[in-house]
């Protein structure tokens, strides 16, 4: 019967959670943190920043990580699965009933024209976001007093926009696996990490 | 078959996807576009849609695309596939290789993965707006859209008043709902 119990709660926050929190990302760690650590104390607040660390290194939507962490830490396999249900299933339902809708909804012309003004939002708003990252990672740097990636952040935007402004038929998905293999014979040398904890201090 | 091929090309980039949805945009962009399942504008659109919609920013694209190619079925495998590479590695990390995230190798893999993505993830912000402000043929584009200006000078002005006066930033759907109101007027005239 608690099995149940726990597995009902884990179901309703993050159905709560997926269906209220715009713009993704962070927003959705925010309410996380007033549900499953204020509220439910399923986990302290010290653990979700250790989730959030290792969501930063996984791939994937962070808010999906930590749905399977906190999941998993309160019922197990089955705990994990719900909880990832939960947070997927409201956009998915949204999503799916807008496609339905969209195509002719462009089609109007005044419609047509409002994306055409959020075309260029969307611009502004990955480049902003870009611009935070760049922001948080030279502030990391400082501290730690090495600039070798700026020198990875550099490559990877002019091979970026390279790669766009010429069309050339090149996968990022290429471009991430080798700096990926770059990171690894550079970095690897110069003992990255010589305590254990220090991954918090480097990703938060 | 459809259904597997819409499950693998989002597993595809959900395995690839680190740094959350931003990164995952010109992954996203990329596998759509070569299978030409929706066409670049549609894409831009349906990117403002998955800002002004709840959850996560990464899941919603798939949804999409894999409803419009493949029906209910189709937006499950695409969902399923976006989702399953980040649910089974948080599993493995969380239960099986507890220190696997502290290992100096996968660190220093990191270290060039990580940075190496702001940089593309910039390029791709500046190419979109770049894109917009401009027409015609790859090559000779000179020719400045004046519309697209228009909205990206009153745009940054709105960010940077906001910022000035009220110490806030403008939340990303209010800076959509303003935009397709620019759109409207400045497109219609």
Known sequence: MKNKNIWLSL??????VGLFTFGGGYAMIALIDSECVDKKEWITSDELMDVTAIAES???PIAINCATYVGYKQAGFWGSLIATFGIVFP????????????????EISIIASAFKGIKVAVGILILSAGIKMLQKMIRQMKKQ??????????????????????????????????AGALGFLLFRKGGAIKKRGAIHNDLS | MIYLELFLAFLKIGCFAFGGAYGAIPLIQEVVLSHSWIDPETLIYFIAVSESTPG?????????????QGGVFGAVAATVGVVLPSFIIILLVTAVFKGFLKNKNIQATLKGIKPALVGIIIATGVFMISDN??????????????????????LTLAIVMQKKIFKKSLSPILLIVISACMGMMVYSI
């Open chain 2, 56 to 68: 996560p920013i990464m899941v919603n694209p798939a949804t999409y695309v894999g409803s419009q």
């Open chain 2, 133 to 154: 402000l401009m027409r015609g043929p790859l090559v000779s584009r000179i020719v400045i859209d004046w519309r697209g200006a228009i909205i990206l000078g009153l």
């Open chain 1, 145 to 178: 007093g090495k600039k070798l990636p700026l020198v990875f952040m550099v490559c990877g935007f002019l091979v970026m926009l390279i790669i766009d402004i010429f069309t050339l038929d090149f996968s990022t998905f290429y471009l991430i696996l080798i």
């Open chain 1, 58 to 60: 996984t791939p994937g």
């Open chain 1, 91 to 106: 956009s998915f339902m949204i999503m799916y009933i807008v496609s339905m809708f969209l195509d002719h909804f462009l």
């Open chain 1, 11 to 16: 179901l309703q926050t993050f159905m709560k």
